[in-house]
């Protein structure tokens, strides 16, 4: 794709200009070729990621704690630029059993939410008028399981720049973007991927207020219920 040649132009530009800023012992290019690199690397991944999710039509699945998955997910995010000012408030189930899952795809599921959710928060402090400094990015994970059911509900929520009525009826179409460098496909795959696990992804969201969205897992996958 065009935009991924641009990410590894701009990557592989940057390194070359940090080993010649290192030689000359410039070392506020240094940073900012490094940042250039750590960026545009994110960026990549993300991409690839989901274009790789896309070509990959089945899960496979095995007996998973969420509440481990959830923690080393927020042990890599917290260190990445874009989380680094992001309040979390954490709240896991510690009641809740290992979940018949594809691991990389309820992974590539949260990543892509909670990419959504800094991006909207982001985009709230850039158009807000008041005093931005002031402004607490705020996002949460709550799980909660229904022992009855024998359901795991994940709820993600942030405090950005929320939907319209009319974007929050398109989000989970295949290309519908409303960001400038967006493709339109972390959604699209978070709903093929909830739905080949059984379960549901629900969006609710104000404008101006925030955004929420639920999914809903079953503790087994049809194919692999065992009885006892
Ligand atoms: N947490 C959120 N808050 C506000 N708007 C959101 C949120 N999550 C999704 N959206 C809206 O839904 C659209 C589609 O999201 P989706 O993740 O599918 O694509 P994208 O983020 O634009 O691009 P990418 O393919 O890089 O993920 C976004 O462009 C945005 O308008
Ligand atoms: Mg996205």
């Known amino acids: 794709a065009h935009e991924l040649n641009n990410y590894l132009a701009i990557t592989a530009n940057n390194a070359e200009l940090l080993v010649i800023n290192i030689d000359r ?19 990549i991944k993300r991409f690839v990621d989901n274009l790789m999710d896309f070509s990959r039509p089945e899960s496979e699945f095995i007996s998973y704690d969420i509440r481990h998955l959830i923690d080393d997910l927020l042990f890599s995010l917290r260190v990445q630029p874009r989380f680094k000012r992001t309040h979390f408030s954490i709240d896991l189930d510690s009641k809740a059993p290992n979940l018949e899952m594809d691991v990389g795809q ?3 599921v949260l990543m892509n939410l909670l990419n959504n959710a800094a991006d909207a928060v982001e985009e709230r402090i850039i158009k807000s008028e008041d005093d931005t400094a002031k402004f607490k990015r705020k996002l949460s994970i709550t799980t909660t399981y229904n022992e009855e059911k024998e359901k795991l509900t994940i709820i993600i929520a942030d405090n950005g720049i929320g939907m319209t009525k009319d974007t929050l009826s398109k989000i989970f179409s295949l290309h519908f973007t409303t960001k400038k460098g967006g493709h339109g496909l972390g959604l699209a795959n978070c709903r093929k991927i909830v739905e080949q696990h059984h379960g549901e992804l629900l969006c609710e969201s104000e404008y101006e207020q925030g955004t929420t969205f639920t999914i809903i897992l079953p503790r087994f996958q049809p194919a692999n219920q065992k009885k006892d």
């Not at 012992?25 to 960026?43: G, L, R, S, W």
Request: aromatic residues 4%; glycine residues 0%; positive net charge.
């Open 25 to 43: 012992d410039k070392m506020d290019k240094v940073q900012f070729n490094a940042k250039a690199i750590t960026e545009n690397v994110h960026k």
């Open 106 to 108: 309820i992974q590539q």
